[in-house]
């Protein structure tokens, strides 16, 4: 391969910028200079479809309508162990305006037997929810009333929902064999092999990070002051504003699938799995969608369901879940019990990590704690042990920062407390054990504009409401989606498109795509039409792991480049210049020696020798090699968080007053989306600090709260002022050198918080949420 | 949801033709084969039904009787509020905010403005609770008919902490933790014609007496008013809630004084509490702490312990004994 030399911008602004020189493909575009020198990126450009949004001209998976179309339901077990000895469907098949109905052969999104030996007719229901057959119908309320004829005649088993009573010998199974999941929560523990015993499946002891580093007993020998804590997390449900769901069009020839998710890409592919057809045949169109956490990557058993049942009908079926089957059954965050030992010289220097986490994913995989507490911090002897409990429950599924967000929890707390028993400040302490650069600049910007230094010693606000102040900080790779593809095409009549399969999640990655484009051509971004969200286009990575603005941003600016180039060969003889001397700049093509020579870009594009010109480019590993795996580049995005709470010791009542957030996420592409992003992870891990929880009934094996009455989260009252500062962090590594930034949001909130309520009231709560109940408990007042 | 017919009555006593059943009796094996329902603002009807709980054949829309939402205030024979008259047009009484502070107050704070617009006075003392297990269609409760209260062993963090022997749930109006306070007094009117007055505090039924209610109200029964009687120029009133939120949430305790007071000191009082156990509760123990004392923090503080006195909490509530204790004695020393 062709390469050539360039110099990149490196480092962060006002504190290290300088450059870097790196090889680089020679079809590679030039570098950009930092921010301040561009015209459309990192700028505050508006949202693309800001106006669609608000008028309600956007159309959602939920609001598409077909000719012919019929409404799927779905009907799940009231019951959360049991095995069916018969299903009758007579009653429900022959109720006017059904039109088909259908039975679960298997069910998707949960751990599966290793071995699939004995698997009966129908498979076994392991928690209260797990779907079983559906019926389409005319109307959403005819395919309900055909659920209730539906006969199910059940053995019933007993069961346990308990994280804790699940572990103990005498617990009901929830797998007699070995099980696996391909698509595991993605919070660690869920790797392939592992044994169960029990309902535990485990240890899990390595990740991507590697495996245990060192020598644990060593390390806590040299150790002046060991800490030795265990922290709770509860189970947090996915609330996405639209539910999941699909429209399924299936034509001979085609099938064309609507669906509110976070990966077209891979539910084109299970639909074509479970239907044997030729990807090329499966066309699934995500234009907007109303919110993603994590759960929304699969097909699902709502859109396997809804095949069939278009199959079968020749029409149409449209099968949203309602609020209730959301909250039970399509994913959530598992909780932990997570236990750590840490060992710190007088200095602060960590001299071990030990760790060992309990969860439970219900009939899922992934609920370890993620990598945080083996990458974040500078410690030579490191071990973790991460087990999944199984129960039965609804399946976990990736949620914001999987398994780091529990994982943080726990560790950040641990960090204070070690500040603490050490007689350091936790910014000194984490200067002293955190190598990483930009995670330091980001404590110190943010302890100046938080004002840090007002905070006192735990519990000595005087009075019955009590402030408190608290940090804490996180990590997040930076994980590329190598199979990120983008075509830019300009028309003869001026329109200039980008095309790709990546969907937009809400994080506003049309407009990002139009300003990176625009830069390129020297156009504005509303001259640039956005067309994703489509399988028709090339493939796009799948919105998870903030992995889209770094893996679609550098092809869709290389795309840009070669057709830029393409343009410039055509116009060059009419400018009496060679190619090589054209630049773009507002609008016109001219040349860099002579301003004179120059045609306006719509001008250019009329005179085109063809209708249409088009470049594709694919994202190609970083430069200087970063890639491990096949998604992954090494190197953290930082970021740490300042919490300022009240704590009412009469009524144990927490209300945060004031969070500073400070992220970095290379270069910054459009900085009003990702404060969107920043203010969106943050109240949702107040949630996850003060209101939601998963409320289970032991005796029922019920969830409680399924809706959003009683399944508590933030509401605008409950929010306080955030302030953000976004921290410019040039590594060089790719054309946009940009990464993302919605899961690093949701990590250090709920430590933050923690941390802060016990610098008001002096005792710390080792389980979240924090409710009242908690926080008077720790006051010794209940 | 299912199919249901619909029916705009245009007078009380075309409603009180029309019904055969209350949403009580509808959710209960009692129901008739085809119940026919009130529904005013439909805020908690509509919940019901949704949940599968209720599904009546037909919805008897009285929101539109002309008259029923009148408000009417004179300082002589008190207050006069129609069932109809929606929470937002109490909130918005210049003279209610004046003269009853603390039902001002505590509809102020009752749920969200939207459902405030929607929800009927009438309603919101109709309305039944928000115990978790009553709503769940998976659960055959005592209140539904069975013989189990699943809350007493279960999942009892907002539950009662008082007279919660038979039944843990606690009544879901905040409303009527004021109106209590206020003496309120409930207009009924039945099918023959006939009205009736009784106590707020007898409106309420508690689950020992008869669990499948929460009110006396009978099908054939509907709340034409609530009478609030005038108040002295020596009364004082106030109201606290706390719920799991600021906004768009039920009380995990509220709290309702009024007293009338001479000087600094108290004569006769009046103490309220919501959320602490399956009806709306006047504190006795309460109000005695308080009458022939002078509002004081250590008034305040007797008070408090006096009221909670008597509380039995389940596992996971005990925190409700100190959260009450605390805006108890806020609400006292906001009225000194
Ligand atoms: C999220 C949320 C939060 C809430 N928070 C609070 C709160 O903090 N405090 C509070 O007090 N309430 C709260 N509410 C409850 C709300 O105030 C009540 O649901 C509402 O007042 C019911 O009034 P409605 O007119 O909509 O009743 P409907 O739903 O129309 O009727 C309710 C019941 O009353 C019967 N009924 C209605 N009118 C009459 C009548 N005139 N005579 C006889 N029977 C009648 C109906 O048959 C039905 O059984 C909340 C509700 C929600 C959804």
């Known amino acids: 391969m062709d390469t050539k030399k360039i110099k990149l911008p490196h480092g962060i602004p006002g504190h290290n910028l300088g450059q870097i020189e ?340 219900g009939v899922g995989l992934g609920a370890g704690v993620g990598r945080i507490a083996q990458i974040m911090y500078e410690s030579p002897n490191f071990s973790t042990e991460q087990y999944d409990v199984f129960t039965h429950a609804g399946p976990g599924a990736a949620w914001r920062a999987p398994g780091n967000v529990q994982g943080c929890y726990g560790l950040e707390q641990a960090m204070d407390e070690l500040a603490e028993k050490l007689n350091l400040d936790p910014i000194a302490l984490r200067d002293v054990t955190d190598t990483s650069e930009i995670r330091k600049v980001e404590r110190h910007r943010g302890a100046e504009t938080f004002k840090w230094s007002r905070r006192k010693l735990p519990a000595s606000d005087p009075g019955l409401i009590k402030k408190g102040l608290g940090m804490a900080q996180s990590h997040w790779p930076r994980i590329v989606h190598i199979d990120s593809t983008a075509e830019v095409r300009a028309f003869r009549d001026g329109a200039v498109e980008i095309r790709s399969a990546v969907q937009d999640i809400g994080t506003g990655t049309k407009t990002v795509l139009s300003q990176v484009v625009a830069e390129e051509l020297g156009l504005k971004p509303e001259d640039i039409t956005v067309r994703i969200g489509d399988t028709l286009f090339p493939d796009g990575p799948p919105s998870g792991g903030s992995i889209v603005t770094g893996s679609i941003t550098p092809p869709a600016r290389n795309a840009a480049y070669k057709l830029k180039l393409q343009l410039f060969d055509q116009v060059a003889s009419k400018l009496e210049t060679d190619a090589s001397k054209l630049a773009v700049d507002d609008g016109q093509i001219m040349s860099t020696e002579d301003p004179s020579k120059k045609i306006a870009f719509k001008e250019a594009l009329k005179e085109m020798r063809t209708g249409q010109i088009s470049a594709t480019a694919s994202r190609s590993d970083d430069y200087g090699g970063f890639m491990v795996g096949n998604a992954i580049a090494y190197g953290g995005l930082g970021s740490v968080q300042f919490a300022e709470v009240s704590v009412d010791t009469e009524t144990g009542f927490v209300k945060v007053e004031k969070i500073v957030a400070v992220h970095s996420c290379g270069r910054p592409i459009n900085i009003t989306q990702i404060e969107n992003q920043i203010n969106g992870g943050v109240i949702q891990g107040l949630g996850y600090a003060l209101y939601e929880d998963r409320v289970m009934d032991n005796e029922t094996g019920h969830q409680m709260n399924s809706n959003f009455d009683q399944y508590k989260m933030p509401l605008s009252l409950e929010i306080p002022d955030i302030e953000i500062l976004i921290v410019e962090d040039y590594s060089g590594r790719s054309s946009t050198d940009a990464y993302g930034i919605g899961e690093p949001a949701n990590i250090a909130t709920a430590a933050a918080v923690a941390n802060a309520v016990y610098n008001a009231i002096g005792t710390r709560i080792f389980e979240i949420p924090i409710t009242p109940e908690k926080v008077l408990r720790a006051l010794n007042k209940v | ?201 007898d409106f309420f039924v508690a689950p020992g007496d008869d669990s499948s209610r929460e009110n006396i109200l009978e099908a054939d029964e509907l709340i034409t008013a609530v009478m609030v009687p005038p108040t002295s120029s020596k009364m004082r009133s106030y109201y606290m809630k706390q719920g799991a939120r600021e906004s768009y949430d039920w009380a995990l305790a509220d709290v309702a004084v009024v007293a009338e007071m001479s000087g600094t000191t108290c004569k006769k009082a009046s103490v309220a509490l919501g959320a602490a156990a399956p009806v709306p509760l006047l504190s006795k123990p309460a109000a005695q702490a308080l009458e022939g004392k002078i509002l004081d923090e250590a008034t305040a503080s007797s008070t408090a312990e006096a009221a909670m006195k008597g509380a039995t909490p389940l596992a996971k509530n005990g925190y409700k004994v100190p959260l009450f204790k605390s805006i108890i004695k806020r609400t006292i020393l906001a009225i000194a």
């Not at chain 2, 459902?115 to 409760?141: P, V």
């Open chain 2, 1 to 201: 949801m299912n199919k249901f017919s619909w029916y705009n009555a245009k007078s009380v006593e075309e409603a009180l033709q029309e019904v055969n059943a209350t949403v009580s009796e509808a959710l209960s094996p009692k129901s008739p084969e085809a119940p026919a329902v009130f529904k005013s603002g439909g805020v908690d009807l509509l919940d019901l039904m949704k949940e599968g709980l209720v599904k009546p054949h037909k919805i008897i829309n009285i929101n539109q009787i002309e008259g029923l939402d009148k408000i009417t205030y004179d300082k002589k024979d008190g207050l006069r509020m129609g069932a109809n008259a929606t929470l937002a047009q109490i909130e918005a009484h210049p003279q209610i905010k004046e003269t009853y502070l603390a039902l001002h107050q505590a509809v102020a704070h009752a749920g969200t403005p939207q459902l405030r617009t929607m929800a009927s006075l009438g309603g919101n003392l109709a309305q039944r609770t928000r115990c978790w297990y009553f709503r769940s269609i998976h659960h055959e409760c005592l209140r539904k008919g069975s013989g189990t209260c699943f809350a007493r062993d279960g999942e009892n963090e907002y539950h009662a902490i008082m007279k919660n022997g038979a039944c843990a749930s606690v009544h879901a109006s905040s409303v009527a933790t004021a109106l209590l306070a206020f003496d309120a007094r409930v207009e009924i009117q039945n099918s023959k014609g006939k009205k009736n007055e009784v106590n707020l505090a």
């Open chain 1, 22 to 361: 790196r090889e680089v493909p020679a079809d590679e575009p030039p570098a950009w200079p930092v921010n301040d020198e561009l015209k459309h990126v990192g700028k505050r450009v508006k949202r693309t479809d800001a106006e669609a949004k608000v008028t309600g001209a956007a159309k959602f998976t939920s609001d598409i309508q077909l000719p012919g179309m019929l409404y799927g339901r779905m009907l799940r077990s009231d019951y959360p162990h049991a095995k069916i000895r018969s299903i009758d469907m007579s009653a429900a098949e022959k109720h006017p305006g059904v039109y088909a109905v259908h039975i679960f052969k298997n069910v998707v999104g949960m751990a599966q037997p290793a071995d699939d030996d004995a698997a009966g007719e129908y498979p076994d229901i392991k928690f209260a929810g797990q779907p079983i057959a559906g019926v389409a119908a005319l109307t959403t309320e005819i395919a309900e009333e055909a659920l209730d004829l539906i006969k199910v005649d059940y053995e019933y088993l007993p069961f346990v929902v308990d994280l804790e009573e699940a572990q103990k010998p005498e617990a009901p199974l929830v797998f007699t064999t070995n099980v696996e999941q391909d698509d595991a929560g993605g919070g660690g523990g869920g790797d392939t092999g592992l044994k169960t015993v029990g309902n535990v499946r485990g240890p899990s002891t390595s990740s991507f990070y590697g495996g245990p580093r060192g020598d644990l007993e060593k390390g806590f020998e040299e150790a002046d002051t060991i800490l030795e804590q265990t922290y709770r997390t509860q189970v947090q449900t996915h609330c996405s504003l639209e539910t999941h769901g699909v429209v399924v069009d299936w034509k001979p020839d085609n099938v064309t699938i609507y669906a509110s998710t976070q990966n077209t890409k891979n539910v084109r592919d299970e639909f074509a799995e479970v239907f044997d057809l030729p990807k090329s045949q499966v066309r699934v169109i995500q234009e907007y969608m109303g919110g993603g956490f994590g759960a929304k990557h699969s097909l699902g058993n709502f859109g396997v369901m809804a095949g069939y049942l278009a199959k079968k009908s020749g029409r149409p079926i449209k099968l949203m879940l309602d609020r209730r089957e959301e909250h039970i059954s399509s994913g959530n965050r598992p909780n932990s019990i997570h236990y750590l030992k840490i060992g710190a010289r007088k200095d602060g220097k960590l001299t071990a990590i030990q760790q060992r986490s309990y969860g439970t994913a």
